[in-house]
């Protein structure tokens, strides 16, 4: 009979897949090696492809969205996350990028030397063996980078930031989307005409009855086509609005945030970033556990780009730029032969990115 008990984890994930309402979403992990195989839940490294209708529904598109508000609004209202989502500035918005999942804050040692770092929660609350890459990072390692790409955007990289935002916008208006909807409104006009002068010829006797009907079905069809493509328009035309004004949010976010800073500041970190993930793989397939990757906040509004096969294609956590940040903490390491190594970090290379 299977598994007669279901796990909290298990539901979400069914409920949130877009597969029961016929839509398909490609690119959700990546391959890092081809030699070893080894996979990585895609944070944006990648592009991902969303397609729409690629197989029969289960449920309703309508039904569907009906639940993810319904699940949204129930986070709003009791789950511990969104509970403690203010209680820390990093609290929600650090994930990591082996397995997905946030980290959590964990302290230790006595009140005048208390330490404080952020975990992964699959290793803490699992074990490790759960996620085996991810490793401990000190909270003041994390205010510091924040720091060191708070002011490195402002300070160095800003020609980079309005470069970034340039692209954006030159890609808004590759497709002209109002003008695709006239021409396919206008194709459609034309259908009708064209079946209002088919059936005067059935009643001339030009056209018998069995080519007025092939031919009523050819422009029926051809409208029902124009509909569908019409509907998907409108669809990315509301989607192009969201990301004007996201660009515009981010805008606003960094120009708000134009002073440079020597401490951490919460307001300026939730004003600016949308989230932080940590873990990498370098070029070469070895796990980097200190990488981080900033994402600038847009206002967390989700929006697709059209493309013209009818294929949605995420531009998904677009590169800014990369530096380094100096930093200073020790880490314990175990070796093969089970005795541990303490090292010394004193950099982290750090992914600037746009979820735009």
């Not at 994930?95 to 030397?113: E, H, L, M, P």
């Not at 569908?228 to 669809?235: C, L, N, T, Y």
């Not at 989230?275 to 600038?296: H, T």
Request: net charge positive; charged share 30%.
């Amino acid at each position: 009979m299977g598994n007669v008990e279901w796990s909290d984890s298990s539901v979400r994930k069914i409920l949130k897949n877009v597969k029961y309402k016929g839509d398909v979403i490609q690119g959700l992990t990546f391959t890092v090696d081809p030699i070893s195989h080894k996979r990585m839940i895609n944070m944006g490294e990648v592009d991902q492809y969303y397609t729409t209708n690629n197989h029969e529904a289960i449920i309703t598109e309508e039904m569907w969205n009906k639940v993810q508000d319904i699940m949204k609004s129930r986070a709003k209202l009791g789950e511990r996350q969104a509970t403690l989502e203010n209680k820390y500035a990093f609290s929600g918005k650090i994930k990591c990028a082996f397995c997905g999942r946030i980290y959590s804050r964990k302290t230790w040692g006595q009140k005048d030397n208390l330490k404080v770092a952020w975990n992964c929660v699959s290793s803490i609350k699992h074990g490790k063996e759960n996620c085996p890459n991810s490793r401990g990072i000190p909270e003041q390692v994390l205010q510091q980078c924040f720091i060191t790409v708070h002011n490195e955007l402002l300070r160095n990289n800003k020609s980079v930031v309005d470069s970034f935002f340039n692209k954006i916008e030159k890609v808004l208006t590759k497709y002209n989307v109002n003008s695709t909807i006239e021409d396919l409104k206008a194709k459609k006009d034309n259908c009708k005409k064209q079946m209002d002068k088919l059936v005067e010829k059935n009643l001339n006797g030009i056209i018998d009855d069995e080519t007025y009907t092939k031919k009523r079905q050819e422009f029926e069809d051809e409208i029902k086509s124009c509909d569908k493509k019409i509907e998907k328009a409108i669809s990315t035309s509301k989607s192009e609005e969201k990301v004007k004004e996201r660009v515009q949010t981010m805008r606003k976010n960094i120009n708000n945030n134009n002073d440079l800073i020597n401490e951490f500041e919460d307001n300026s970190f939730k004003c600016m970033i949308k989230e932080i993930i940590v873990g990498d793989y370098n070029k070469e397939g070895s796990v980097n556990p200190f990488a981080l990757k900033f994402i600038l906040n847009s206002d967390n509004i989700g929006t697709n780009t059209i493309d013209k096969e009818n294929r949605i294609s995420y531009m998904d956590e677009t590169l800014i730029t990369e530096l380094d940040a100096k930093v200073f903490f020790e880490v314990f390491n175990v070796l093969e032969n089970g005795y541990r190594r303490k090292d010394i970090i004193d950099k982290i290379h750090i992914k600037v990115c746009s979820d735009i």
